[in-house]
C-alpha cells in the first residue's frame, strides 16, 4: 500500500492547517491510519490514529485539543485538522498505516508516506 500525504506549508503561530493523506488501496493493513511528525534533531513521535470507521481515536496526550483526526473510507483516506499552531509543532508530518492501534501507535507500521513539512512562524 503507498501512502500520499499533502497539506504541509507555512503558517503563522496560532493558525491552521490542514493534512490528507490518501491510501492507494483498502486493504487490513489500512485498518488503522495515523500521523507522526519529525521535528529538526528530534525523534519521530506519534501524533495519532484512528481506525478505519473513525470512532475509535489515540492521540499523543500533549496535543489532545489542538490536533484532530478524521477518516473518509470512501476515499481511503486520513486527515489531521490542526489548530493553534506552535513554533514547535514544526516538524516533517507522515501518515502511516497498521493493523492495530497498538501497533500504529507504537511506530509499527506496514506502511509510510512520504512526509509532508509544516513549518510555523512565530
Known amino acids: 500500500v503507498q501512502l500520499q500525504a499533502s497539506g504541509g506549508g507555512l503558517v503563522q503561530a496560532g493558525g491552521s492547517l490542514r493534512l490528507s493523506c490518501v491510501a492507494s488501496?483498502?486493504?487490513?493493513?489500512?485498518?488503522?491510519m495515523g500521523w507522526f511528525r519529525q521535528a529538526p534533531g528530534k525523534e519521530r513521535e506519534f501524533v495519532a490514529a484512528?481506525?478505519?470507521?473513525?470512532?475509535?481515536?489515540n492521540y499523543a496526550d500533549s496535543l489532545k485539543g489542538r490536533f484532530t483526526i478524521s477518516r473518509d473510507n470512501a476515499k481511503n483516506s486520513v486527515y489531521l485538522q490542526m489548530d493553534s499552531l506552535k513554533p514547535e509543532d514544526t516538524a516533517v508530518y507522515y501518515c502511516?498505516?497498521?493493523?492495530?492501534?497498538?501497533?500504529?501507535?507504537?511506530?509499527?507500521?506496514?506502511?509510510w508516506g512520504q512526509g509532508t513539512l509544516v513549518t510555523v512562524s512565530s
Open positions: 488501496e483498502r486493504t487490513y493493513s489500512t485498518d488503522y
Open positions: 502511516a498505516a497498521a493493523i492495530t492501534m497498538q501497533r500504529i501507535t507504537r511506530g509499527e507500521c506496514d506502511s
Open positions: 484512528a481506525n478505519w470507521g473513525g470512532y475509535t481515536k
